[in-house]
């Protein structure tokens, strides 16, 4: 029990801007387990076996950007396996510094967690602690874990998904209507270099017409950049590109 609230703490301040300022009744409306999509999203080793100095680049995509705009998040682990949580994030505004809270994820979810919260709160008007703990709930809830195929890179990887819908019979809905029925899809695959094959959220369009969405955010894997680990002195070596599958968008 001691063990699983300490977890639980270390949740709360890793996704920093994302659940850093849930209060303990956060967690009152679940259970002392964590639940498996927990476990997947936030425990898990992601970086496990991921060579000192490898990029890992995602693309951020999002349907309120112009036509065939895109962001490239970056993830450089910088340790062997991230052995020492120093995995590095940046984006095209440049480093994004990102509390590492103790949990062993690829830094990427937190990165895009944060992001969403504070687009929420951007277009509602409403306080960032509700959004964070509507999703937190959401995920300690126990959603279902789906395998799923996805295509990645022209192939078909398996992947384990768990698609939460945080503000669906919230009591506060009337103020935010529009995001009611929004939508978080998670993609994990253990063959993907730093497992997170893609995240993407849907707002649906009348009548919950997920078809012909109202705006959609989706980061997905990219690349596997290797890099040579600078020497002393030694000016800047360009990145070699590795034959890692590229995901299909």
Same mark, same amino acid.
């Given at each position: 029990m001691r063990l699983r609230r300490e977890w639980?703490?270390? +949740?709360?301040? /890793?996704i920093a801007c994302v &659940? /850093? @300022?849930m209060h303990a009744e956060a967690?009152?409306?679940?259970? #002392?387990?964590?639940s498996a999509a927990e476990r997947l999203i936030f425990t898990t080793d992601h970086l496990h076996g991921i060579e000192q100095q490898t990029e890992l680049d995602y693309a951020l995509l999002s349907? #309120? @950007?112009p036509a065939h705009s895109t962001d490239v998040v970056r993830v450089l682990v910088v340790s062997p396996d991230n052995a020492k949580g120093d995995a590095q994030v940046s984006d095209h505004s440049g480093a994004v510094p990102l509390p =590492?809270?103790?949990l062993q994820c690829n830094p990427v979810i937190i990165y895009f967690l944060e992001r969403d919260i504070a687009e929420m709160e951007r277009l509602t008007g409403g306080q960032r602690r509700y959004f964070q703990q509507r999703l937190r709930l959401a995920l300690a809830a126990g959603p279902r874990i789906e395998t799923v195929t996805s295509q990645i890179g022209g192939k078909s990887v398996k992947a384990q998904q768990i698609v939460v819908q945080p503000y669906l019979n919230d009591p506060n809905a009337e103020r935010f209507a529009q995001y009611t029925g929004k939508r978080y899809t998670f993609l994990i695959a253990d063959t993907v270099p730093g497992q997170v094959a893609l995240i993407r959220t849907d707002v649906p369009g009348a009548n919950n017409d997920f078809a012909h969405p109202l705006q959609t955010q989706t980061l997905s894997f990219q690349a596997?950049?290797?890099? +040579? =680990?600078?020497?002393?002195?030694?000016?800047? &070596?360009? &990145?070699k590109p590795s034959d890692a599958p590229r995901a299909s968008r």
């Open positions: 639980r703490r270390m +949740l709360a301040a /890793c &659940v /850093c @300022q967690f009152a409306a679940g259970t #002392d387990e964590i349907s #309120d @950007q =590492s809270g103790g596997a950049l290797r890099k +040579l =680990s600078p020497r002393p002195n030694a000016p800047h &070596v360009p &990145v």
